[in-house]
């Protein structure tokens, strides 16, 4: 039975996404059950596009990249994969019609294996767009279960939160981008270095893309609320404590939210949630 097939795809989706983030996690299982293996599905297909490119550097990263590419094609076409990551994730694109933001976000994990400095506002935005945005984008599909016009009035919300977190992303990760990648995303970084006025500037624009997002959190349907809450807590807290770390520390190190910090934003979410305050 290809159902059962479909089920451990789904599956393995989960693990994947489970052994990756533990946030992402935490946040999915505040989704409503009926929603959580589609946005398994994506997390699980994006992941290791994003692995191919950052992590596989003993490897033939392009014919590894071109090839699974290659393989979602198929298995968008056949309905089908022997890879149950993209056996799981070609039903889902069939069914929320993701097929375009899939290309889109694809054209810019191809542009990390060899584009490594953004020198340019549009460039980033651009970039930020393809990598995060139509994430939130394909997420926000499930959400509101192909309704277009609640798709359409979320959907600048869903960009914004999408940007927040890449960008927080980009500051966490700026030392191992920099250092092991030689990637430099940030166009305002002064000979590829962090001051504290850029660091300002940037942190500024992700303040404002956060409040921006929450306005659209509050809208979204209650399959979801809770779970993208969660994620938008967590990220938030993470700006806050690169808003607080000098400049050094964030270049010669990762800062973290702690396992207990991550259950006390878990607990208050949920409180706000059922006292609803969201």
């Known amino acids: 039975m290809k159902e059962l097939f479909d089920n451990s795809s789904y599956d393995c989706s989960k693990l994947v996404t489970k052994t990756y983030s533990t946030s992402f996690s935490m946040g999915i299982k505040m989704f409503s059950p009926k929603i959580r293996p589609a946005i ?18 003993d490897y033939q990263q392009l014919t590894l990249f071109d090839e699974f ?23 889902i694109v069939h069914k929320y019609d993701l097929k375009d933001y899939v290309q889109d976000f694809m054209d ?15 460039e980033y935005e651009n970039y930020i767009y393809g990598s995060a945005d139509v994430v939130g984008l394909m997420c926000l599909r499930v959400f509101v279960n192909n309704d277009e016009k609640k798709y ?29 990648l030689g990637r430099s995303y940030f166009p305002n970084l002064v000979k590829g270095e962090l001051t504290e006025q850029t660091k300002a500037e940037i942190i500024l624009d992700v303040e404002n893309d956060f409040k921006e ?27 806050q404590k690169i808003k607080k770390a000098d400049c050094k520390k964030i270049m010669n190190g990762r800062i973290r939210v702690s396992n207990s910090i991550k259950l006390v934003l878990l607990t208050k979410a949920v409180l706000r949630y059922r006292l609803n305050f969201i």
Do not use: C, W
């Not at 298995?75 to 070609?90: C, G, V, Y």
């Not at 509050?218 to 807590?233: F, S, W």
């Open 69 to 91: 590419e290659q393989d979602y094609y198929k298995a968008l076409e056949r309905k089908i994969s022997l890879n149950p990551i993209l056996n799981a994730f070609q039903e």
């Open 40 to 57: 398994y599905a994506i997390y699980g297909f994006v992941r290791y596009a994003d692995e191919i490119v950052d992590t596989f550097h």
């Open 108 to 122: 810019r994990m191809r542009m990390d294996l060899d584009k490594k400095e953004y020198t340019s506002k549009e």
């Open 213 to 239: 997002a929450y306005k659209g959190i509050v809208l979204l349907p209650i399959e979801g609320k809770l779970g993208v809450y969660l994620a938008y807590r967590y990220y938030l807290r993470l700006l």
């Open 152 to 180: 359409n009035e979320l959907k600048g919300y869903a960009m914004r939160l999408g940007s927040a977190f890449q960008k927080v992303n980009f500051l966490r990760d700026i030392r191992e981008d920099n250092e092991e």
